[in-house]
Protein backbone atom coordinates (compact mmCIF):
# COMPACT_ATOMS: atom_id res chain seq x y z
CA UNK A 1 0.00 0.00 0.00
CA UNK A 2 1.71 3.06 -0.77
CA UNK A 3 1.30 6.37 1.22
CA UNK A 4 -1.30 8.89 0.51
CA UNK A 5 -0.76 12.63 0.95
CA UNK A 6 -4.01 13.05 3.34
CA UNK A 7 -3.05 15.67 5.86
CA UNK A 8 -0.34 16.83 4.49
CA UNK A 9 0.59 18.86 1.88
CA UNK A 10 0.53 18.18 -1.79
CA UNK A 11 3.42 17.43 -4.09
CA UNK A 12 2.92 18.61 -7.42
CA UNK A 13 2.17 15.51 -10.05
CA UNK A 14 4.96 17.30 -12.83
CA UNK A 15 3.28 14.88 -15.78
CA UNK A 16 0.03 15.44 -17.15
CA UNK A 17 -2.15 12.42 -16.66
CA UNK A 18 -4.08 12.34 -20.22
CA UNK A 19 -2.52 13.67 -23.35
CA UNK A 20 -5.08 16.26 -24.78
CA UNK A 21 -5.28 18.20 -27.34
CA UNK A 22 -4.64 22.19 -26.39
CA UNK A 23 -3.06 21.16 -23.68
CA UNK A 24 -0.83 23.83 -22.27
CA UNK A 25 1.98 21.66 -20.66
CA UNK A 26 4.18 24.12 -22.72
CA UNK A 27 2.95 26.92 -21.37
CA UNK A 28 3.35 26.09 -17.32
CA UNK A 29 6.52 27.85 -16.84
CA UNK A 30 4.61 31.10 -17.70
CA UNK A 31 1.44 30.49 -16.31
CA UNK A 32 2.73 29.37 -12.91
CA UNK A 33 3.81 32.73 -12.26
CA UNK A 34 0.71 34.09 -11.59
CA UNK A 35 -0.56 31.45 -9.23
CA UNK A 36 1.01 31.35 -5.18
CA UNK A 37 -0.21 29.58 -2.72
CA UNK A 38 -2.43 32.39 -0.89
CA UNK A 39 -4.95 32.21 -3.50
CA UNK A 40 -8.23 30.74 -1.92
CA UNK A 41 -8.46 28.10 -4.33
CA UNK A 42 -7.90 27.26 -7.78
CA UNK A 43 -10.71 27.43 -10.10
CA UNK A 44 -10.48 26.06 -13.74
CA UNK A 45 -13.69 25.40 -16.02
CA UNK A 46 -11.85 23.93 -19.24
CA UNK A 47 -10.15 21.60 -17.48
CA UNK A 48 -8.97 19.32 -19.90
CA UNK A 49 -5.70 17.82 -19.01
CA UNK A 50 -5.49 19.84 -16.23
CA UNK A 51 -1.59 20.17 -16.82
CA UNK A 52 -1.75 23.59 -14.46
CA UNK A 53 -3.63 21.94 -11.62
CA UNK A 54 -1.40 19.17 -11.21
CA UNK A 55 2.05 21.33 -11.95
CA UNK A 56 0.92 23.77 -8.74
CA UNK A 57 -1.25 21.57 -7.05
CA UNK A 58 -3.56 23.64 -5.13
CA UNK A 59 -5.26 22.41 -1.60
CA UNK A 60 -8.89 23.25 -2.32
CA UNK A 61 -9.81 23.55 -5.96
CA UNK A 62 -12.50 23.48 -8.37
CA UNK A 63 -12.15 21.53 -12.14
CA UNK A 64 -14.38 21.40 -14.49
CA UNK A 65 -15.34 20.62 -18.27
CA UNK A 66 -18.38 19.33 -20.01
CA UNK A 67 -16.44 16.42 -21.03
CA UNK A 68 -18.76 13.99 -19.22
CA UNK A 69 -16.44 11.26 -19.61
CA UNK A 70 -13.42 12.93 -19.30
CA UNK A 71 -14.88 14.08 -15.56
CA UNK A 72 -15.61 10.10 -14.51
CA UNK A 73 -12.09 9.26 -15.19
CA UNK A 74 -10.93 11.78 -12.40
CA UNK A 75 -13.79 10.54 -9.84
CA UNK A 76 -12.83 7.12 -10.67
CA UNK A 77 -8.80 7.49 -10.41
CA UNK A 78 -9.48 9.68 -7.01
CA UNK A 79 -11.39 6.66 -5.29
CA UNK A 80 -8.66 3.84 -6.40
CA UNK A 81 -5.96 5.14 -8.32
CA UNK A 82 -3.79 1.66 -7.90
CA UNK A 83 -6.62 -0.20 -8.98
CA UNK A 84 -7.11 1.69 -11.89
CA UNK A 85 -3.34 1.41 -13.08
CA UNK A 86 -3.41 -2.56 -12.21
CA UNK A 87 -6.23 -2.55 -14.60
CA UNK A 88 -4.71 -0.27 -17.11
CA UNK A 89 -1.25 -2.23 -17.51
CA UNK A 90 -3.02 -5.70 -17.77
CA UNK A 91 -4.40 -4.52 -20.95
CA UNK A 92 -2.44 -5.89 -24.02
CA UNK A 93 -1.43 -2.41 -26.05
CA UNK A 94 -2.08 -3.69 -29.48
CA UNK A 95 -3.79 -3.45 -32.46
CA UNK A 96 -6.60 -5.54 -31.98
CA UNK A 97 -7.24 -5.02 -28.51
CA UNK A 98 -7.70 -1.94 -28.95
CA UNK A 99 -9.80 -1.83 -31.55
CA UNK A 100 -11.67 -4.43 -29.63
CA UNK A 101 -12.13 -1.26 -26.23
CA UNK A 102 -12.87 0.90 -28.84
CA UNK A 103 -16.21 -1.45 -29.91
CA UNK A 104 -17.61 -1.71 -26.24
CA UNK A 105 -20.09 1.01 -25.75
CA UNK A 106 -19.57 2.77 -22.84
CA UNK A 107 -23.15 2.91 -21.79
CA UNK A 108 -23.39 -0.42 -21.27
CA UNK A 109 -19.89 -0.32 -19.02
CA UNK A 110 -20.30 0.20 -15.09
CA UNK A 111 -18.40 4.02 -14.57
CA UNK A 112 -14.93 1.99 -13.52
CA UNK A 113 -14.34 0.62 -16.77
CA UNK A 114 -15.75 3.69 -18.26
CA UNK A 115 -12.49 5.20 -17.08
CA UNK A 116 -10.47 3.01 -17.51
CA UNK A 117 -11.70 2.67 -21.54
CA UNK A 118 -10.89 6.54 -21.91
CA UNK A 119 -7.64 6.34 -20.33
CA UNK A 120 -6.70 3.02 -22.09
CA UNK A 121 -7.48 4.60 -25.65
CA UNK A 122 -6.18 8.31 -24.97
CA UNK A 123 -3.04 6.90 -24.49
CA UNK A 124 -2.94 4.15 -27.39
CA UNK A 125 -4.88 6.46 -30.04
CA UNK A 126 -3.70 8.30 -32.26
CA UNK A 127 -1.56 11.57 -31.09
CA UNK A 128 -3.84 11.48 -28.28
CA UNK A 129 -6.93 13.17 -29.86
CA UNK A 130 -9.95 12.79 -28.48
CA UNK A 131 -13.16 12.77 -31.21
CA UNK A 132 -16.32 10.89 -31.16
CA UNK A 133 -18.61 10.41 -34.67
CA UNK A 134 -22.31 11.91 -34.54
CA UNK A 135 -23.63 9.21 -32.75
CA UNK A 136 -21.09 9.98 -29.81
CA UNK A 137 -18.75 7.12 -30.55
CA UNK A 138 -15.01 7.16 -30.08
CA UNK A 139 -13.31 6.96 -33.35
CA UNK A 140 -10.12 7.90 -33.09
CA UNK A 141 -7.54 5.07 -34.73
CA UNK A 142 -4.81 3.21 -33.03
CA UNK A 143 -1.78 5.20 -32.73
CA UNK A 144 1.73 4.63 -33.91
CA UNK A 145 3.71 5.83 -31.25
CA UNK A 146 1.81 4.64 -27.58
CA UNK A 147 2.26 7.64 -24.88
CA UNK A 148 3.89 6.39 -21.90
CA UNK A 149 1.56 5.13 -19.14
CA UNK A 150 2.41 7.05 -15.62
CA UNK A 151 3.58 4.86 -13.17
CA UNK A 152 1.88 3.63 -9.71
CA UNK A 153 3.01 6.38 -8.04
CA UNK A 154 2.31 9.15 -10.36
CA UNK A 155 -1.52 7.54 -10.29
CA UNK A 156 -1.58 7.99 -6.31
CA UNK A 157 0.05 11.26 -6.70
CA UNK A 158 -2.74 12.67 -9.25
CA UNK A 159 -5.31 10.92 -6.66
CA UNK A 160 -3.94 12.83 -4.14
CA UNK A 161 -3.74 15.94 -5.95
CA UNK A 162 -7.36 15.23 -6.53
CA UNK A 163 -8.79 14.37 -2.95
CA UNK A 164 -10.08 18.07 -1.91
CA UNK A 165 -11.05 19.04 -5.28
CA UNK A 166 -15.23 19.33 -6.20
CA UNK A 167 -15.40 17.85 -9.96
CA UNK A 168 -17.99 19.55 -11.97
CA UNK A 169 -19.08 17.86 -15.31
CA UNK A 170 -20.76 20.68 -17.45
CA UNK A 171 -20.50 24.15 -18.43
CA UNK A 172 -18.37 26.40 -17.74
CA UNK A 173 -20.87 29.39 -16.49
CA UNK A 174 -21.23 25.94 -13.80
CA UNK A 175 -17.96 25.86 -12.47
CA UNK A 176 -17.89 29.54 -12.42
CA UNK A 177 -20.95 29.95 -10.33
CA UNK A 178 -18.80 28.52 -7.38
CA UNK A 179 -16.19 31.40 -7.90
CA UNK A 180 -16.18 33.55 -4.58
CA UNK A 181 -13.52 36.52 -3.53
CA UNK A 182 -10.35 35.74 -3.16
CA UNK A 183 -9.88 32.94 -5.47
CA UNK A 184 -7.54 32.22 -8.63
CA UNK A 185 -9.28 31.01 -12.08
CA UNK A 186 -7.23 29.37 -14.50
CA UNK A 187 -9.65 29.76 -18.30
CA UNK A 188 -8.18 27.78 -21.17
CA UNK A 189 -11.31 27.96 -23.34
CA UNK A 190 -10.69 26.28 -26.74
CA UNK A 191 -10.43 28.12 -30.03
CA UNK A 192 -13.85 29.73 -30.85
CA UNK A 193 -15.23 28.51 -34.66
CA UNK A 194 -17.96 31.36 -35.93
CA UNK A 195 -21.22 31.16 -35.00
CA UNK A 196 -22.23 30.68 -39.01
CA UNK A 197 -20.13 27.26 -39.23
CA UNK A 198 -21.51 26.28 -36.13
CA UNK A 199 -25.04 26.20 -37.25
CA UNK A 200 -23.72 24.21 -39.96
CA UNK A 201 -22.28 20.99 -37.87
CA UNK A 202 -23.63 18.17 -36.67
CA UNK A 203 -23.25 16.42 -33.40
CA UNK A 204 -21.91 18.44 -30.05
CA UNK A 205 -22.05 22.46 -30.49
CA UNK A 206 -18.64 23.50 -30.72
CA UNK A 207 -17.17 26.59 -29.27
CA UNK A 208 -18.50 29.48 -30.60
CA UNK A 209 -18.34 33.06 -31.10
CA UNK A 210 -21.71 33.51 -28.72
CA UNK A 211 -19.51 31.36 -25.87
CA UNK A 212 -16.70 33.99 -26.39
CA UNK A 213 -19.39 36.67 -25.06
CA UNK A 214 -20.58 34.36 -22.26
CA UNK A 215 -16.28 34.08 -21.19
CA UNK A 216 -16.02 37.50 -21.63
CA UNK A 217 -19.08 38.44 -19.11
CA UNK A 218 -17.90 35.94 -16.91
CA UNK A 219 -14.32 37.86 -16.73
CA UNK A 220 -16.10 40.96 -15.72
CA UNK A 221 -18.38 39.01 -13.11
CA UNK A 222 -15.05 37.42 -11.78
CA UNK A 223 -13.43 40.61 -11.35
CA UNK A 224 -15.88 42.77 -9.75
CA UNK A 225 -16.22 39.42 -7.11
CA UNK A 226 -12.57 39.94 -6.35
CA UNK A 227 -11.26 37.45 -7.75
CA UNK A 228 -8.39 36.50 -9.99
CA UNK A 229 -8.58 35.07 -13.27
CA UNK A 230 -5.50 34.14 -16.05
CA UNK A 231 -7.02 33.37 -19.71
CA UNK A 232 -4.37 31.57 -22.35
CA UNK A 233 -6.03 31.89 -25.75
CA UNK A 234 -4.49 31.69 -29.32
CA UNK A 235 -4.52 34.81 -31.40
CA UNK A 236 -7.59 35.26 -32.88
CA UNK A 237 -9.89 38.48 -33.42
CA UNK A 238 -11.67 37.46 -30.14
CA UNK A 239 -8.89 37.07 -28.25
CA UNK A 240 -7.29 40.09 -29.30
CA UNK A 241 -11.06 41.81 -28.28
CA UNK A 242 -10.51 40.27 -25.19
CA UNK A 243 -6.84 41.82 -24.04
CA UNK A 244 -7.90 44.77 -25.01
CA UNK A 245 -9.88 45.34 -21.64
CA UNK A 246 -7.43 43.60 -19.03
CA UNK A 247 -3.64 43.31 -18.74
CA UNK A 248 -1.72 40.94 -21.54
CA UNK A 249 1.08 39.49 -22.82
CA UNK A 250 1.54 38.01 -26.61
CA UNK A 251 4.42 35.64 -26.92
CA UNK A 252 5.26 32.88 -29.75
CA UNK A 253 4.88 29.27 -29.27
CA UNK A 254 6.25 26.59 -31.11
CA UNK A 255 3.38 24.04 -32.16
CA UNK A 256 2.58 20.70 -33.85
CA UNK A 257 0.37 20.82 -36.94
CA UNK A 258 -2.59 18.92 -36.21
CA UNK A 259 -0.71 16.84 -33.83
CA UNK A 260 2.13 15.58 -36.14
CA UNK A 261 5.36 15.83 -34.86
CA UNK A 262 7.13 16.60 -37.94
CA UNK A 263 4.98 19.63 -39.08
CA UNK A 264 6.13 22.15 -37.03
CA UNK A 265 4.70 26.09 -36.90
CA UNK A 266 5.04 28.79 -34.59
CA UNK A 267 2.14 30.97 -33.58
CA UNK A 268 1.06 33.66 -31.46
CA UNK A 269 -0.80 33.28 -28.20
CA UNK A 270 -2.19 35.42 -25.29
CA UNK A 271 -1.99 35.50 -21.33
CA UNK A 272 -4.85 37.68 -20.27
CA UNK A 273 -5.26 38.53 -16.75
CA UNK A 274 -6.57 41.04 -14.15
CA UNK A 275 -3.93 41.11 -11.33
CA UNK A 276 -0.37 42.71 -11.87
CA UNK A 277 1.97 41.19 -14.08
CA UNK A 278 4.28 38.83 -12.05
CA UNK A 279 7.89 39.66 -12.47
C1 LIG B 1 -8.05 23.85 -24.75
S1 LIG B 1 -8.82 22.54 -23.85
C2 LIG B 1 -8.14 22.75 -22.24
C3 LIG B 1 -6.77 22.15 -22.14
C4 LIG B 1 -6.17 22.19 -20.75
N1 LIG B 1 -5.80 23.53 -20.35
C5 LIG B 1 -4.94 21.29 -20.71
O1 LIG B 1 -3.82 21.79 -20.47
O2 LIG B 1 -5.11 20.11 -21.00
C6 LIG B 1 -10.46 23.10 -23.67
C7 LIG B 1 -11.38 22.19 -22.87
O3 LIG B 1 -12.65 22.84 -22.75
C8 LIG B 1 -13.69 21.87 -22.79
N2 LIG B 1 -14.89 22.60 -23.22
C9 LIG B 1 -15.31 22.94 -24.47
N3 LIG B 1 -16.43 23.69 -24.42
C10 LIG B 1 -16.75 23.84 -23.11
C11 LIG B 1 -17.80 24.51 -22.40
N4 LIG B 1 -18.75 25.18 -23.04
N5 LIG B 1 -17.81 24.45 -21.05
C12 LIG B 1 -16.85 23.75 -20.37
N6 LIG B 1 -15.82 23.08 -21.00
C13 LIG B 1 -15.77 23.14 -22.34
C14 LIG B 1 -13.18 20.81 -23.74
O4 LIG B 1 -13.77 19.55 -23.45
C15 LIG B 1 -11.65 20.82 -23.47
O5 LIG B 1 -11.31 19.84 -22.51
Avoid at 55 to 64: D, M, N, Q, R
Avoid at 91 to 102: G, L, V
Avoid at 208 to 236: M, N, P
Wanted: proline fraction near 5%; include cysteine.
Amino acid sequence: MLLRAEGREKRPVRRAFLRWAGSKKKLIPRLEQFWNQNYSRYVEPFAGSACLFFAVAPTKAVLGDNNRELINVYRVLRKDPERMHRRLIGIPRERDSYYRWRAKDPKALDAETRALRFVYLNHNCFNGIYRTNVDGNFNVPFGSKLATYLSRQEFVGCSDALSSVKLVAGDFEDTLANVTKGDFVYLDPPYAVTSRRVFREYGKKPFATDDVERLSAELQRIHKLGAHFVVSYADCKEARVLAANWNSQKFLVQRHIAGFSDHRTRSFEWIIYNMPTPH
